[in-house]
C-alpha cells in the first residue's frame, strides 16, 4: 500500500513490549487512547535467575496487537508507529537468525529479559569502571556461552529489534536508539564508544567491529529511513512507509507520555515552577523514578545523569526498584490465605485487589487504614535493590510475623508490602534530593497506578501530591508520541508532549499521618543497616 495525501482525523500507534505481554494503541492527535491491546509474551526460566523470551514471539504479538486495534480504521489515516520496550537483549547469528542464549540451545530463546541475573559476577567485578559511573548495565547481560559469543552476529536491545524487523535489507536494521545507547550500552553522545571500556571488561573483539552492537544513532521521535518496509507493514496491518519512530525504554515512554502534562488551574505546587520540579513514576512489574534537570547531577546509587534519553535538552536521572507489581503478586499468591481469597474476590466481582483495598477497609475499625501495619514493616528488595543502594545482593526482609495466617493477616501483610514500595520510593526521592533535584509532584502511570490504596500511600508516606494522567496508558501514549513526532505533525517532542499528554485524577497526601509515617521510614532504613551488619558478619 503507498501512502496518500494526510486526511482527518488522524491516529498514531503506539506499542509497548513490557516483561510479559504487549500492548498496543491507537491514539489520536489529542492523546485519547480510541482502543487498546493486549497479547501475553512467553518467559522461560532455564535455569535460577537466567530469564529468557523468544524475539520471534514479541514481534507475532505485536503484529497481532497492531491489526488489533487498527481493525476497521483506514491505515492511511495512520501517520506513524512508535515502539517501546524493556531493556531486554536481542542476540542474532550473522545471518540475523535467532541464536539461542542458554546452554539447552532452544532456537527461538534468543533474547535475556532485563530482570536476568546471569551476570550478576561480571557486573560486581566492573562496577567501579568510570564509564560505569554514569550508566550501562545491559552490557553486562554479553556473558554468554562460549559457542553463543563465537556464532553471534549482532547484539540488539529489545526496542532496536522491534524497529528493526525485517528492515535489514532495506538499510535500516543497524540503528539504533540514542535513549537505549547511552541509559544501557556506555555510549556517549559527545564521545561515541569507549574502546578502553570494551577492552578492561574483555570483549575488545567489538572494537574493531561496533556495527555488532550499533555505530548509527538516532534521537528519539527522529524518523527511520523511508518508513516501514512493504513486509513489515503487511504484518502489522499499515500502509508501506508509514513514519516509525526511533523510540524509547518502556519506562522513559511512560514518563513521556506523563510529565509534560499541562496543569494550569489544578493548584499543583508545579504549577508555576519547571518542569524539572516534576519526577515520573512508572510502576508496573518494576517501577522507574524518571528525574529530569537542565545540569548534570550526579546522584549516588541513581543511574544517569543522561543528556536528551528522555526529554530533549534536559539532562535524566533514572533510579527504580527492580521488583513492585511482580513483589505484590509473590507476596499475595505465597500467603496460605490465598485460596480464600481467591474465592471471595471472584464472588464479589472483583480483581483481587480491590477486594483487598475493600477488606482492609473493613478492619481497619476506628483506626485510619495505613496505622494496621505499626507493627509490621517490609524491606521490599526480594529482586536486590536498584536504587538507591545500587546492592543485588541485598534480600527481601519481613518483621513482625505471627503464627496466624488468616485472610486479615495476608490483607495486612498485603498493606505493609505497598507501604514498602511507597517507602522505597521515599528514600530514591530523598537521595535526588540531596544531590540537587528540587521535585514538588510526582507524575505516576503504568499498572500499579490503577490501584488508589498504591497511590495514596505514595503521596502519604512523601508527602507530595500524586497525578494521574488523564489517560491510564501513559506507557502506550508516550511510544504514539514518538509516532506523531516521526510523522511531522508536531515539530518537537515537547510540542507533543503539551498536546497529547493531560491531567486526570489528583491525589492529594494527607499530613495528619506524617509522624507514623516518618517512624516507618526510620524503620526502613534500618532494616538494610541490620543485613548489611549480618552479612558482613556471616562473612567474617
Known sequence: MSRPEPTFPQYYVGIDVGTASVRAALVDQDGSVVLTAKEPIEIWEPHPDHYVQSSNDIWDKCCHTARRVTQG???????????????????????????????????????????????FGQARSTDRNRVLSWGGWITTRLNLHESCWEKAGHFLDLLTHCLSWDQHSYGCFFYRSLCTLICKWTYSSETGWDDSFWTTIGL??????????????????????????????????????????????????????????????????????????????????????????????????????????????LWLNEGGQSATGKLLDHIIKGHAAFPELQKKAKESGENIYTFLNRHLEAIKKESALGLLTDDLHIWPDFHGNRSPLADPALKGMVV??????????????????????????????????AAGHRISTLFMCGGLSKNLLFVQMHAD????PVVLSREV????????????????????????????????????????????????????????????????????
Open 461 to 464: 508516606i512523601t508527602g507530595l
Open 400 to 433: 513482625g510475623l505471627t503464627l496466624s495466617q488468616t485472610l486479615d493477616d495476608l490483607a495486612r501483610l498485603y498493606l505493609a508490602t505497598v507501604q514498602a514500595v511507597a517507602l522505597g520510593t521515599r528514600h530514591i526521592l530523598d537521595t535526588l534530593q
Open 73 to 119: 480504521v483506514d491505515p492511511s489515516r495512520i501517520r506513524g508507529i512508535g515502539f517501546d520496550a524493556t531493556c531486554s537483549l536481542v542476540v542474532l547469528d550473522k545471518s540475523f537468525q535467532p541464536l539461542p542464549v542458554n546452554s539447552n540451545g532452544e532456537k527461538d530463546r534468543n533474547v535475556i529479559l532485563w530482570m536476568d541475573h546471569r551476570a
Open 473 to 540: 496508558e501513559s506507557v502506550l501514549v508516550g511510544a504514539a508520541i514518538l509516532g506523531a513526532c516521526a510523522s511531522g505533525d508536531f515539530h518537537s517532542i515537547q510540542e507533543a508532549m503539551g498536546r497529547m499528554a493531560g491531567v486526570g485524577k489528583i491525589v492529594e497526601s494527607n499530613p495528619e499521618h506524617s509522624s507514623f509515617y516518618d517512624k516507618k521510614y526510620k524503620v526502613f532504613r534500618r532494616l538494610a543497616e541490620l543485613q548489611k551488619e549480618y552479612r558482613a558478619l556471616m562473612q567474617d
Open 204 to 313: 575488545e573483539d567489538l572494537v574493531s567491529d561496533y556495527s555488532k552492537i550499533g555505530v548509527q544513532v538516532s534521537s528519539p521521535g527522529t524518523p527511520l529511513g523511508a518508513g516501514l518496509s512493504s513486509k513489515a507493514a503487511w504484518e502489522l496491518g499499515l500502509c508501506e512507509g508509514t513514519a516509525v519512530a526511533a523510540s524509547l525504554i518502556d519506562a522513559h515512554a511512560g514518563g513521556l507520555g506523563v510529565v509534560g502534562a499541562d496543569v494550569t488551574g489544578h493548584n499543583l505546587p508545579c504549577e508555576t515552577q519547571p518542569i524539572t520540579s516534576r519526577l515520573a513514576l512508572i510502576c508496573g512489574t518494576s517501577s522507574c523514578h524518571m528525574a529530569i534537570s537542565e545540569r548534570p547531577l550526579f546522584v549516588p546509587g541513581v543511574w544517569g545523569p543522561y543528556y536528551s534519553a528522555m526529554v530533549p535538552g
